[in-house]
């Protein structure tokens, strides 16, 4: 069974830093790519970063570069997505999301239907107050 399951999301004031995991099961990550969405509620969801499992390449969308970064960990089956100088406008709700034939520059380039993705995490609440 694929499980995907977000962690590490909580409050923080603006300036601060946290780091989300997506764990993942189920799948061999050198076949996939892996994303990381953000929705805030009455918007559309966005891509803000993808991972490569075939060749651990990176991309990171213009609004959040510079301040948040992507990262795998294939031994313990993660995928961390770490924000730095977090600002209330990063306030929202994020996901990750599993795909085995699309290629990153779908992630942050396309707004995401929920079939577009093959396998989705249930979210991880970011709260960024002022």
């Known amino acids: 069974e694929v499980q995907l399951a977000e962690s590490g999301g909580g409050l923080v004031q603006a300036g601060g830093s946290l780091r989300l995991s997506c764990e993942f099961s189920?799948?061999?990550?050198?076949?996939?790519?892996i994303g990381w969405f953000r929705q805030v509620p009455g918007k559309l969801r966005a891509g803000i970063s993808c991972?490569?499992?075939?060749?651990?390449?990176?991309l990171v969308a213009e609004s959040v570069k510079g301040r948040f970064a992507i990262s795998a960990d294939n031994v313990k089956k993660v995928v961390y997505l770490q924000m730095n100088d977090l600002q209330p406008e990063d306030t929202a709700v994020y996901y990750c999301?599993?795909?085995?034939?699309?290629?990153?520059?779908?992630?942050?380039?396309?707004?995401?239907?929920?079939?577009?993705?093959?396998?989705w995490g249930q979210g991880a609440q970011v709260t960024v107050s002022s």
């Open positions: 991972i490569s499992g075939y060749d651990g390449s990176t």
């Open positions: 189920g799948f061999n990550f050198d076949d996939y790519i």
């Open positions: 999301a599993a795909d085995s034939s699309l290629h990153c520059s779908v992630v942050v380039t396309v707004t995401p239907t929920q079939d577009l993705y093959e396998y």
